[in-house]
């Protein structure tokens, strides 16, 4: 049995040799991420050729997803690196401060506007929240507050307002660059990081365009503003290809315990859409150190899996950990644990809703069939740009499906899909008569159905276009003609 959920583990130093990538392929890893925060252009173009290679080796779809870094907002740097910050002692924020010369009462930071963007009474959280400051005044240059929760604080940490509301664009000049990296590797997915509307993922996709580049694009939803507006939320939504739950930032800004309702949300509302989601941020965190995961991490990663996301993500845990591939071994064990509940395998979604095209209803009329009619072993999607894949996987089911294709960057989107395995497939080098039987024997030769098995197929009758979906076939195994 094959997982359904899919795994995004992120490459870095413990993960570089092309033996590591290889054994994260075989742990269960589906999506490699190039975090765009680290490292040289050359260094995630060198990656990406890698993962492609090893891919190509093991005859197997992985997608390739960048993400940019974003405006995080930082203090600057401390005389001697870091300081200890006491309970209820004052403590300086100061934009004119040399980006050096910070010390245990103050410290600068690049984020200019900073003390005309926050008042009285605000709470800043530093490096993800471990640190807790309450602003007591702020004056064109500095903003003066009080520690209530101290203990060390060291170079250039991160800064968050509780509730959100830093107004710093998403797209930074760095991120112009790393777009153009980006278009050059000829990435699967790109993540915005930080944005703040449907705007910001306009204008990522413009300029990837303007770079000669075009993938599918995936908003990190990490800023209380577009959680705390559903309006903006699902704008932002509907301007992506999928959204991750970027619960570091997005927790540190809400409160962890307003978290679990949004992931929920988020998950939810995404998968409605017709968008994938990704959840990310600390799931297997204790891996980065230990060899197995805490009961509470196992917890996590299933709740997600319950919740509907399409995909899990590693961060530390496979870019600079001890146990990489163990990680991902640990978690792939989660996921075929969580899948086989009865909640991973039911659906009522979009039972109440009308759909509005053809190729739409009949992915849904297929869901339903494969949900319902027994012996119905695997659903086989002829696909040009995977949109039927991705609408039958909105749906949730025990059943797998394939998605056929003959274009190589949808066999690659593809592996973010929940459910979803590529084969690839090229239905306009065959007889029309010959499509239904070979493409089942693609399946029967690689061991997933038997003789007698039944199998649904989603097609149209041109065959190599894009849309135009408008027939389900069941069949047979073995009586396909
Ligand atoms: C392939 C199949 C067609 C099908 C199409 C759907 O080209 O040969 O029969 O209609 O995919 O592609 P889509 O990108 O809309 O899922």
Known sequence: MKKRTKIVATLGP??????????????????????????????????????????????????????????????????????????NQTFTIDIKLQSDAGNKNTVGTSYKSLSQEVKAGDQLMLDDGRIQLKVIDTNASQVITKVIVGGELSNNKGINLRGGGLSAPALTDKDKEDIK????????????????????????????????GECALVAKIERAETVNDHTILDKIILASDAVMVARGDLGVEIGDAQLIGVQKHIIDRTRELNRVVITATQMMESMIHNPIPTRAEIFDVANAILDGTDAVMLSAETATGDNPARTVEAMANVCLGAEGQKLAKTSNHRIDIKFELIDEAIAMATMYTANHLKGVKAIISLTESGSTALWLSRIRSGIPVYALSRSIKTLRKVALYRGVEAINFDPTALARHDVNRLAVEELRARGYVKDGDLVIITKGDSMGALGGTNAMKVVRVGEVN
């Open 14 to 87: 413990a993960t570089d040799s092309r033996e590591s990538i290889k054994s994260l392929i075989d742990a269960g890893a589906n999506v490699f991420r190039l975090n765009f925060s680290h490292g040289e252009a050359s260094d995630h173009i060198a990656r990406a050729e890698r993962i492609r290679d090893i891919a190509r080796e093991l005859d197997t779809y992985i997608a390739i997803l960048g993400d940019l870094q974003g405006p995080k907002i930082r203090i600057a740097r401390f005389a001697n690196d870091k300081i200890e910050l006491d309970v």
């Open 181 to 212: 990296t980006a278009a050059k590797i000829g990435i699967d997915y790109l993540a915005v990081s930080f944005p703040r509307s449907a705007e910001d993922i306009h204008q990522a996709r413009q300029l990837l365009k303007d770079a000669g």
